[in-house]
């Protein structure tokens, strides 16, 4: 292996950051052993008053380090961060 697991989440961190939302940040990484092996990082979406919840996963080739991006994967990362903020808010919860 030439990527460690905190290698491959601190590419997943520079590439959340500077491409995806500052929001967003790379969780625990899995190996994943299939076709090739990867590390499976899961995003984790959090504003400043504390966590909100996991809205995805990007993949990291042991080997090559390069990221496994699918067609418009910052957008859906972003639909799925704004459903889950919008589904957490106190308004939201009252019904107003």
């Known amino acids: 292996m030439n990527y460690s697991a905190h290698a491959a989440r601190r590419k997943a961190n520079r590439f959340l950051a500077e491409e995806v939302n500052m929001f967003m940040s790379g969780g625990e990484p ?41 067609p418009d994967f910052s957008e859906e990362l972003n639909r799925r961060a704004d459903a889950l903020t919008r589904s957490s808010s106190p308004q939201t919860a009252t019904g107003e």
């Open 30 to 70: 899995q190996l994943v052993v299939a076709d090739r092996m990867y590390w499976r990082v899961p995003i984790l979406y959090a504003l400043p008053h504390g966590p909100h919840g996991e809205v995805g996963s990007l993949d990291v080739d042991v080997e090559t380090g390069q990221l496994r991006i699918p």
